[in-house]
């Protein structure tokens, strides 16, 4: 079946641009993840939605990164006003909610903030 | 705090010889524990888990790993090593601190090495 997909594969975007990161989980996953991962780096959590509940946001690193999520659909990374230090492949997973253990990643979108 | 190590960088390994990647872990109550494989430009592939039952678990490509409750480890083994399981290799724990959220903790990777 589908997989999770991600949106652009690539983003290459000025300093201080917004910019938003698209994730379609697997149909029927009620939980929802973004990570960070720096080059050579292991994987930042950053934000976690479970169906209609209020997002986690406990590892948002700042008050520029927000996302969003759509019942159980859907979901956006946005990130204002873009640094450097933001450059990283953003990775999104779903998992089928309290019943399931393991997540589902997506390709990924790689961020290079010039 | 709860975190994972990965104390190798990098692991060489003839084709045809075992491999061991190596993950210890630290975290409270019982461990969840994961192993995940990422190809270059491509997401993590999920290989195996443990929660519970047999310390051995069974993967995805012929991949296994041991938990060790007493070592805190969870090392990841194959038998025999192929070409194509050159790859950057993740090991996982489930944050407990986080009620139900199961967001994951990772280590920073180990890049296998795979030489013909």
């Known amino acids: 079946g589908a997989g999770v997909s991600q949106s652009p594969s690539n983003k290459v975007t000025e300093k201080g641009k917004d910019v938003e990161l698209r994730c379609d989980p697997i149909s029927g996953h009620t939980a929802l993840y973004w990570y960070r991962q720096r080059l050579g780096q292991g994987l930042e959590f950053l934000i976690y939605?479970?169906?209609?509940?209020?997002?986690?946001k406990s590892g948002l690193p700042s008050d520029r990164f927000s996302a969003e999520r759509t019942g159980e659909s859907v979901s956006t990374l946005t990130i204002q006003r873009t640094q450097q230090e933001d450059s990283a492949v953003y990775l999104c997973?779903?998992?089928?909610?309290?019943?399931?253990?393991?997540?589902?990643f997506g390709p990924g979108t790689r961020l290079t903030v010039t | 705090a709860q975190s994972v190590a990965q104390p190798e960088d990098q692991v060489n390994v003839a084709e045809g010889n075992p491999l061991t990647v190596k993950c210890t872990y630290s975290v409270s109550g019982n461990p969840y524990l994961f192993w995940y494989v990422q190809y270059p430009n491509r997401g993590l592939q999920f290989l195996l888990k443990?929660?519970?039952?047999?310390?051995l678990v069974k993967g995805s490509y012929g991949f296994e790993a041991e938990f060790n409750k007493s070592q805190t480890s969870f090392h990841l083994k194959k038998p025999s090593a192929l070409v194509s399981d050159s790859a950057l290799y993740f090991c996982a724990v489930r944050d407990t601190a986080g009620g139900s959220q199961g967001n994951l903790i990772f280590g920073k990777g180990t890049k296998l090495s795979v030489k013909p």
């Open positions: 443990y929660i519970t039952g047999d310390n």
């Open positions: 997973a779903s998992r089928p909610g309290l019943a399931g253990v393991e997540q589902y």
């Open positions: 939605f479970q169906g209609n509940s209020a997002p986690d």
